[in-house]
């Protein structure tokens, strides 16, 4: 169970951008009327957007 | 008591007027802390029907909730020194109640805030051991940027380091209540970020959490303090005037009465404040702008 919750934590930022920041940029997108490029859907292109951001934040450490 | 009377006092007469003035201040039951504590949570919890099913526009929620969430630390402060009620008394349960609730919204367990709290008195600029030491900042944009800093994943301080100071002081087991504080939080946010409502939950919950967090530690750990150099009773806080008054500073233009007395109510610092003034001056507080 610890080593769940650790990795968990550990993972945080990349769980928090496919969690929230993915869904949170799709609603955006959506609620602007602005269409995602490529042909894809407001989530998927979402999807992309908070993973790699998420991952970004993983790797560095920080978001900003 | 002139001033001339006051300059001729030893240390100990010093003292022993100072503990006169306190002891009016002290012992007095903070009724506005407490109704503070519950009406402040229901308003913010109330903000989610209201959006959710009455459709109160986000943009009027939002700067609502930045408030009520900056708002809910004090009483959960007042609490953890045990300013309602002391351990053994009758209203013990009103001030741990207080205190556990009232900063639900800042996502912020009360156990760790009171230990990791406790330890910023007791050891206040230090700069391995006081747990807010991480604020320190040359001005006031730097502060804001510094807290900034402060709550990315991997920083050092801020509530970073809470999880040490707990472990410094044999109190690792709470660290638990920040992981299932955590667990919920982001929980639910994902939650209703994958149900639809992300918006709703990063300004109703997400965003003004930030906002608090930028304040709170802005005006009670930050200005105080400033520029978190000395240590001492008498040199660790300072008073200061700020730009947005007491109530826009929560209080804590008067901080230093706080620091000595810290079981004086938020409520009664600037009338301590005041009548302590004279006794600060002689012993060399920083209390010149106020």
């Given at each position: ?28 997108m ?15 292109f ?6 790699a ?7 560095r450490?920080?978001?900003? | ?7 001729a006092?030893?240390?100990?007469e ?8 306190a002891?009016?201040h002290l012992?007095k ?52 020194h ?8 009758r ?20 156990r760790?805030a ?10 206040t ?6 747990p ?6 040359p ?17 050092k ?11 410094r ?8 209540d920040?992981?299932?504080?955590n ?8 939650a ?15 965003l ?17 303090h ?24 929560m ?21 301590a404040y005041?009548?302590l003034?004279?006794?600060l ?8 702008e106020?």
């Open positions: 169970m610890l080593v769940v919750i650790k990795t968990v934590f550990h993972f945080g930022p990349l769980l928090f951008g496919i969690g929230f920041i993915a869904p949170l940029f799709a609603q955006i959506d609620a602007m009327d602005w269409a995602a490029p490529f042909g894809l859907n407001s989530l998927v979402g999807l992309i957007v908070g993973g951001y998420g991952l970004v934040a993983q790797i450490g920080r978001w900003i | 008591m002139s001033a001339r009377d006051i300059a006092m030893s240390d100990t010093l003292m022993r007027v100072e503990r006169e003035i002891a009016k012992n039951f903070p009724y506005f802390a407490v109704f503070w504590a519950f009406a402040n949570l229901a308003v913010w919890l109330a903000l989610w029907p209201l959006v959710f099913l009455s459709g109160l526009p986000l943009w009027v929620a939002f700067p609502i909730a930045a408030v009520t969430i900056t708002l809910c630390y004090l009483p959960s402060h007042e609490a953890q045990d300013i309602i009620a002391r351990p053994g008394t209203l013990r349960w009103l001030n741990q109640l207080v205190g556990h609730v009232s900063t639900i919204p800042l996502v912020l367990p009360y760790i009171k230990l990791t709290h406790l330890e910023h008195h007791k050891h600029n230090h700069p391995e051991w006081d807010d030491i991480s604020c320190a900042a001005g006031p944009l730097s502060a804001i940027w510094q807290t900034v800093r402060e709550n990315q994943p991997r920083a301080g801020g509530m970073n380091s809470y999880g040490a100071t707990l472990s002081i044999g109190r690792p087991d709470v660290v638990l920040g992981v299932v504080y667990l919920v939080f982001y929980g639910i946010l994902f209703l970020a994958w149900g639809g409502f992300a918006i709703e939950a990063a300004l109703l919950w997400w003004p959490r930030h906002v608090a967090l930028i304040y709170i530690r802005f005006f009670l750990s930050w200005a105080p400033h520029p978190g150099l000395s240590v001492g009773r008498y040199k660790d806080t300072r008073s200061f005037r700020s730009h947005l008054g007491n109530i826009g500073s209080g804590m233009q008067y901080h230093i009465v706080h620091h000595l007395y810290p079981r004086i109510p938020l409520y009664r610092t600037p009338r005041w009548d003034k004279p006794i001056e002689a012993r060399g507080c920083h209390v010149s106020l």
